[in-house]
């Protein structure tokens, strides 16, 4: 049994991105050593295989605008199997300090007197940008990396510092994006962020259906309209996840999903839906985005 996993404690472990190959061996112990496990909705299925079959496993899943449990009911549910003298295991995606709710477990096991820790995960921004085959910071250019989430609550705005967002040597992370793609656009270039900027939009990262959409600010909210409302998407902004140039290893450029592509200039355009029809609709999303993308040598 772990030495670290005494009965009536919690550990938060960090699933990952989804796969299970990037999951911490330290991770894979805990889960192997609980009595029962409480997995998000975004915890990966080969993750979640590697929960063995005696281990009592619940869904706690919290997806926008769909809540299978609310936190208040999920620290409850942590907190009275502790109090049984369980071994839990609280599995979230990513890394559970990274727009996790973590605090807020954290405080509620610890007002019950219940020993709690953190296992960390690799977070989403990471594995995108591996993914891409690109670099969070760039010396001279990103010196700064900044994480932040586009979910807001029904009816609200999003309420971000939009001028410290624009900053021109910064790579901006943003998680939960896919909705709020073109307000994310539009008031980061109205703070001054440059339209032309890089952008790199990760779907279902690191799994097998994940796709790399690539393009500039300015068309953000075009890049995303392919993505379904199921599929969590990532956005990177800045200069750091530039494309490479044309010969650079074609392996960034992918969509695993059903699609079709199209290389324009530096850029490949992907329409990510049934073949049949991709194949109608490619040549005029193609006019479309040639006209909002700087194209190499087109000048």
Same mark, same amino acid.
């Given at each position: 049994?772990?030495?670290?996993?005494?009965?009536?404690?919690?550990?938060?472990?960090?699933?990952?991105?989804?796969?299970?190959?990037?999951?911490? +061996?330290?991770?894979? +112990? !805990?889960? %192997?050593?609980?009595?029962?496990?409480?997995?998000? %909705?975004?915890?990966?299925?080969?993750?979640?295989?590697?929960?063995?079959?005696?281990?009592?496993?619940?869904?706690?899943?919290?997806?926008?605008?769909?809540?299978?449990?609310?936190?208040?009911?999920?620290?409850?549910?942590?907190?009275?199997?502790?109090?049984?003298?369980?071994?839990?295991?609280?599995?979230?995606?990513?890394?559970?300090?990274?727009?996790?709710?973590?605090?807020?477990?954290?405080?509620? #096991?610890?007002?019950? =007197?219940?020993?709690? $820790?953190?296992?960390?995960?690799?977070?989403?921004?990471?594995?995108?940008?591996?993914?891409? =085959?690109?670099?969070?910071? #760039?010396?001279?250019?990103?010196?700064?990396?900044?994480?932040?989430?586009?979910?807001?609550?029904?009816?609200?705005?999003?309420?971000?510092?939009?001028?410290?967002?624009?900053?021109?040597?910064?790579? !901006?992370?943003?998680?939960?994006?896919?909705?709020? %793609?073109?307000?994310?656009?539009?008031?980061?270039?109205?703070?001054? $962020?440059?339209?032309?900027?890089?952008?790199?939009?990760?779907?279902?990262?690191?799994?097998?259906?994940?796709?790399? #959409? $690539?393009?500039? #600010?300015?068309?953000?909210?075009?890049?995303?309209?392919?993505?379904?409302?199921?599929?969590?998407?990532?956005?990177?902004?800045?200069?750091?996840?530039?494309?490479?140039?044309?010969?650079?290893?074609?392996?960034?450029?992918?969509?695993?999903?059903?699609?079709?592509?199209?290389?324009?200039? +530096?850029?490949?355009?992907?329409?990510?839906?049934?073949?049949?029809?991709?194949? %109608?609709?490619?040549?005029?999303?193609?006019?479309?985005?040639?006209?909002?993308?700087?194209?190499?040598?087109?000048?």
């Amino acid at each position: 049994m772990s030495h670290d996993f005494s009965p009536g404690s919690v550990w938060l472990v960090g699933a990952g991105p989804g796969d299970p190959d990037l999951l911490t +061996r330290k991770a894979e +112990r !805990l889960i %192997a050593a609980a009595d029962i496990v409480f997995y998000d %909705a975004l915890v990966g299925a080969g993750v979640l295989a590697l929960i063995p079959e005696a281990t009592e496993i619940v869904s706690v899943g919290k997806r926008s605008g769909r809540h299978s449990k609310d936190q208040l009911s999920i620290n409850a549910l942590l907190a009275t199997a502790a109090l049984a003298g369980k071994r839990v295991v609280r599995l979230k995606g990513g890394d559970p300090s990274i727009f996790g709710r973590s605090t807020e477990e954290i405080d509620h #096991l610890a007002a019950h =007197g219940i020993p709690v $820790r953190i296992c960390p995960g690799i977070t989403a921004a990471s594995a995108a940008a591996a993914s891409g =085959g690109a670099s969070l910071t #760039l010396r001279g250019l990103a010196r700064k990396l900044t994480f932040v989430t586009a979910h807001a609550r029904a009816g609200e705005a999003l309420d971000l510092d939009w001028t410290a967002l624009a900053a021109p040597d910064a790579t !901006l992370a943003v998680y939960m994006g896919r909705a709020a %793609a073109a307000e994310v656009s539009r008031n980061l270039i109205a703070a001054g $962020r440059a339209p032309d900027t890089p952008v790199m939009v990760a779907v279902n990262v690191s799994l097998p259906t994940e796709r790399i #959409l $690539r393009g500039r #600010l300015s068309a953000l909210a075009f890049l995303v309209e392919t993505i379904s409302d199921d599929d969590p998407s990532l956005l990177l902004i800045g200069e750091a996840i530039k494309p490479s140039p044309v010969g650079a290893a074609d392996t960034q450029y992918r969509d695993v999903a059903a699609s079709r592509t199209k290389r324009i200039g +530096r850029y490949v355009m992907t329409v990510a839906m049934p073949p049949s029809a991709a194949d %109608a609709l490619l040549p005029s999303c193609a006019d479309q985005f040639e006209a909002m993308v700087d194209v190499a040598g087109k000048s």
